[in-house]
């Protein structure tokens, strides 16, 4: 069984920045071996996938975040990251991670159904 733990949410003025990170713990292979993905879930709205990087180390981001927001992962912490610069108030969110040991059977953001280990989500708030 895998557990991922987010950390890294708050409040922060349009512009501003975060840095989201996601533990995993529990598993028998490293974060080496895994597809990763943030997604996110406005109040009222369907969760979406933001960005994912994939068992190869290649990245997709949705168009709402391209330039914005980059994904990585340092596999010597078993860490997922999400540096997330010039925020909107459109981009207030709960923020999830989310992990697969499979190969993405694409190479855009996999839905969320195809992923199998969820962490409970961070909040990210940005004011006008």
């Known amino acids: 069984q895998v557990q991922l733990v987010e950390s890294g949410g708050g409040s922060v003025q349009a512009g501003g920045s975060l840095r989201l990170s996601c533990d995993a713990s529990?598993?028998?292979?490293?974060?080496?071996?895994?597809?990763m993905a943030w997604f996110r879930q406005a109040p009222g709205k369907e969760r979406e996938g933001v960005t994912s990087i994939d068992n190869d180390g290649s990245t997709s981001y949705a168009d709402s975040v391209k330039g914005r927001f980059t994904i990585s992962k340092d596999n010597e912490k078993n860490t997922l990251y999400l540096q997330m610069n010039s925020l909107r108030p459109e981009d207030t969110a709960m923020y999830y991670c989310a992990a697969d040991y499979r190969r993405p059977p694409m190479k855009t953001i996999a839905p969320m159904s195809w992923y199998s280990y969820w962490g409970q989500g961070t909040q990210v708030t940005v004011s006008s």
């Open positions: 529990g598993y028998t292979y490293s974060t080496y071996y895994m597809a």
